[in-house]
């Protein structure tokens, strides 16, 4: 059987702030640790290249049925 239980708003907004500073953290680390990666660093060069040059394609448009 379920059961209700009462969680006063001001403990939900504190897990609301600490669930986005987790999120923040994440996302910093992601972009630190791609900004060490010689490979990604070297594909996103070349795709702004390509880009600029205009050699890029339209992704395919896909309809689910």
């Known amino acids: ?3 209700t239980v009462t969680i006063p708003v001001s403990v939900l907004r504190k897990l609301q702030a600490a669930a986005r500073a987790a999120q923040e ?4 680390l992601e972009d630190f640790l791609l900004s060490q990666d010689k490979r ?3 594909r996103m060069r070349a795709a702004r290249s390509s880009h600029r040059a205009r050699r890029t394609k339209p992704l395919p448009f896909v309809t689910k049925p």
């Open 25 to 28: 953290a994440h996302d910093a």
């Open 40 to 42: 990604f660093l070297e």
């Open 1 to 3: 059987m379920p059961q």
